[in-house]
């Protein structure tokens, strides 16, 4: 599951890392998303796995829980959900096996829904420079080098993704974590 904020305004912002994510483990899997009927989330899947992209706002991320409550058993504590966190540099992404929000609202949202059953798998967009600002720095659009560096990471993070399937989660914790550009 990859977090971000659904439309064309939000498309390039630092917030949506974890649409990136997806959207590039999709083409790595030849995968087209589509939007069940009614359904607030985008879904795309194979035999081996299955990528949703919430259509609510991130700090909603957890409402597709409410739609889809099938969801829930089929994931067991095999859902990674993916998401921006200020408190690595970009270019870094780190996965824990153990549910935890690093204060990110979108995480908060599916906490609150599915309780632990989810692993995070965080992508570092840095902080701001200016103190405060937060915001704005989220919804920001990354420069050009900063986005080269996050497009690095997200492409490295996609190609250990696609080998889920057949590693496992625990053994792509250390391949993912070594992931620093």
């Known amino acids: 599951m990859g977090l971000g904020n659904p439309g064309s305004k939000y498309a390039n912002t630092r ?3 974890g649409y990136w994510v997806l959207d ?3 083409g790595i899997l030849d995968l087209r998303f589509k939007q069940p009927f009614l359904k607030p989330f985008l879904i795309a899947q194979n035999q081996f796995l299955i990528l ?3 259509l609510t706002f991130m700090n909603n991320s957890g409402d597709v829980f409410l739609s889809q409550p099938d969801l829930i058993p089929q994931m067991q504590s095999q859902l990674i959900v993916i ?6 540099e970009p270019g870094r992404a780190k996965l824990k096996l153990k ?3 690093a204060g990110q609202n979108g995480f908060k949202s599916v906490l609150e829904r599915i309780g632990e059953l989810y692993c995070p798998l965080y992508i ?6 200016v103190k405060g600002g937060f915001v704005d720095y989220v919804l920001g659009v990354p420069q050009a080098q900063e986005r080269l560096v996050l497009d690095s990471c997200v ?3 996609s190609q250990e993704l696609s080998r889920y399937p057949e590693v496992g989660l625990e053994a792509l ?5 070594a992931i620093k550009k």
């Open 52 to 54: 949703i992209k919430p």
């Open 173 to 177: 914790v250390p391949r993912i974590n």
């Open 83 to 88: 998401a921006d966190n200020m408190d690595l």
């Open 155 to 157: 492409n490295l993070v």
């Open 124 to 129: 570092g967009i840095g902080k701001p420079e």
């Open 15 to 17: 917030h949506n890392v």
């Open 24 to 26: 590039a483990l999709a």
């Open 99 to 101: 549910a935890g929000t």
